[in-house]
């Protein structure tokens, strides 16, 4: 245990890191590199630029680069090449907890702890009131399963959210995401797994979510990104279109392709 203890981070601040207390939520990469220890490049001179409040999604196969941008952006790793920018920062000047805070992660693996479901959408903060957290769940459309339980959303959560579909535990990311209010957004498969009596309030809620702030999203499902400011396609490491959804559509290339294949097997 002490040895697991004495383990030093791979990633920390620099010693002149700033302090963030909120983005306005523009996202730029640069000519970024990167590749996990003694691999092969997963992103090859990648260059974008996302617009504070866009929503922009990312496609492309397994493998294509798509999540790797995403942990990019709250630095789980160190990138060999290039820069990437919020508000016209470089993120590694940032300290990585102030970083960190602006950006809300709803992924396909929620993670839900024992408690209630009221602690695990404050996550133990009580300055939150009982109003302020209805009206999240109201904004997510989380209340629709909530009311429905016995103790609302006092209602005891078993280790991992076990007694919740997985429809609902996002759900409850989702209003959790929404009531700490962050400026970035990201969406990693997010919609993944989900039930179909869930789906659609899912949907209804990504749609009220593109007003908080800047959002990033990677999915499977193309039906979930058709309204996206930007879609931004990833072959190997390497943006190989970009466009609307419609734009794409009419250039027949690789999302056409994908769109298809996705069509058909609907």
């Known amino acids: 245990m002490k040895d697991y203890l004495d383990v030093q981070p791979e990633l920390t601040d620099k010693p002149?890191?700033?302090?963030?207390?909120?983005?306005?939520?523009?996202?730029?990469?640069?000519?970024?590199?990167?590749?996990?220890?003694?691999?092969?490049?997963?992103?090859?001179?990648?260059?974008?630029?996302?617009?504070?409040?866009?929503?922009?999604?990312?496609?492309?196969?397994?493998?294509?680069?798509?999540?790797?941008?995403?942990?990019?952006?709250?630095?789980?790793?160190?990138?060999?090449?290039?820069?990437?920018?919020?508000?016209?920062?470089?993120?590694?000047?940032i300290e990585v907890k102030s970083l960190r805070k602006a950006i809300g992660q709803m992924l396909q693996d929620?993670?839900?702890?024992?408690?209630?479901?009221?602690?695990?959408?404050?996550?133990?903060?009580?300055?939150?009131?009982?109003?302020?957290?209805?009206?999240?769940?109201?904004?997510?459309?989380?209340?629709?399963?909530?009311?429905?339980?016995?103790?609302?959303?006092?209602?005891?959560?078993?280790e991992r959210g076990e007694n919740f579909s997985q429809g609902q535990r996002q759900l409850l990311s989702f209003a959790r995401t929404v009531l700490h209010k962050p400026q970035i957004l990201i969406l990693d498969e997010a919609t993944a797994n989900i039930d179909t009596e869930t789906e659609k309030l899912i949907q209804e809620s990504l749609e009220k979510m593109k007003s908080i702030g800047t959002m990033l999203v990677v999915a499977h499902r193309l039906s979930t990104i058709q309204n996206a400011d930007q879609i931004i396609v990833l072959n190997h490491g390497e943006i190989i279109e970009r466009g609307t959804h419609q734009s794409l559509l009419k250039q027949k290339g690789y999302y056409y392709k994908l769109y298809l294949l996705q069509f058909s097997q609907d």
Do not use: M
């Open 16 to 93: 002149n890191a700033i302090q963030i207390d909120s983005f306005k939520g523009k996202i730029e990469f640069r000519h970024v590199w990167f590749a996990y220890e003694k691999e092969d490049w997963i992103l090859k001179d990648v260059s974008f630029i996302i617009e504070p409040k866009q929503t922009v999604a990312f496609v492309g196969a397994t493998g294509a680069g798509k999540t790797t941008i995403l942990s990019l952006i709250v630095r789980n790793y160190e990138i060999q090449k290039g820069q990437i920018l919020i508000d016209d920062i470089d993120i590694a000047d």
């Open 110 to 158: 929620v993670f839900l702890f024992t408690g209630t479901i009221r602690s695990n959408i404050t996550l133990h903060d009580e300055s939150f009131s009982g109003e302020e957290i209805n009206e999240v769940c109201s904004y997510v459309n989380a209340d629709k399963f909530i009311n429905k339980l016995d103790k609302g959303i006092d209602e005891e959560v078993i």
